[in-house]
């Protein structure tokens, strides 16, 4: 299985700052479709999880443009320009490029 | 807009089985039309992808799940299935439907094995 390496695991950030979570993949997920199947979600505690970025870098419709996906290969990054209060809970990287799909264990954000 | 409704969990006893649906509605969609998947998460952990449906019915699933857990869908009902037998402490966990790559997700069912 494709293990999909977060950090840091907890990210304690002050309002308005910005912050960065990685997340490493024991292998490329270039797809040999030619996409990268790298996700980030959200979740707040005792909701379900919402999708905010597919493949690498495409924002979902709603997603406040402060957040932004890069990376390609094994090495991706997720980024929150301004932090806010709402963006507490956990963040997650999937990668379905290979079967199983996997997730990251999670990055907790909070606030300072 | 798509929305999956969830249901069929509960506190249940060891050994005990439990049928957990997920119906889909909205803008046209069917779920025999797009891969589906359902993901876990047991208390106080993270997700962890169980299956995925592809369009042709085919459920793939986790080398980890033993026989205990089947997948299936009724094109009538726009409805997925997850069947687990035999249930035991730790498939303690919320459970979710979601769509394609992950866009849309169910409210999630709690399964609560415990004696």
């Known amino acids: 299985d494709v293990v999909l390496t977060q950090s840091p695991l907890s990210l304690p950030v002050t309002l308005g700052q910005p912050a960065s979570i990685s997340c490493r993949s024991g292998?490329?997920?270039?797809?040999?479709?030619?996409?990268?199947?790298l996700f980030w979600f959200h979740q707040r505690p005792g909701q379900s999880p919402r999708r905010l970025i597919y493949r690498v870098s495409n924002r979902d419709s709603g997603v406040p443009d402060r957040f932004s996906g890069s990376g390609s290969g094994t090495d991706f990054t997720l980024e929150i320009s301004s932090v806010e209060a709402d963006d507490v809970g956990v963040y997650y990287c999937m990668q379905a490029s290979h079967w199983p799909q996997t997730f990251g264990l999670g990055t907790r954000l909070e606030i300072k | 807009e798509v929305v999956l409704v969830q249901s069929g969990g509960g506190l249940v006893q060891p050994g005990m089985s439990l049928r957990l649906a997920c119906e889909a509605s909205?803008?046209?969609?069917?779920?025999?039309?797009?891969?589906m998947n359902w993901v876990r998460q047991a208390p106080g952990k993270g997700l962890e992808c169980i299956s995925v449906?592809?369009?042709?019915?085919?459920?793939y699933r986790a080398e980890f799940l033993g026989a205990r857990f089947t997948f299936s869908r009724d094109s009538a009902k726009n409805t997925l299935y997850l069947q687990i037998n035999n249930l035991r402490a730790d498939d303690t966990a919320v459970y979710y439907c979601a769509t394609g790559h992950m866009d849309v997700w169910g409210g999630g069912t709690t399964v609560t094995v415990s004696s």
């Open positions: 292998q490329s997920l270039a797809h040999s479709d030619g996409n990268t199947y």
């Open positions: 909205g803008s046209g969609f069917s779920v025999t039309r797009t891969h």
């Open positions: 449906i592809n369009a042709g019915g085919n459920a």
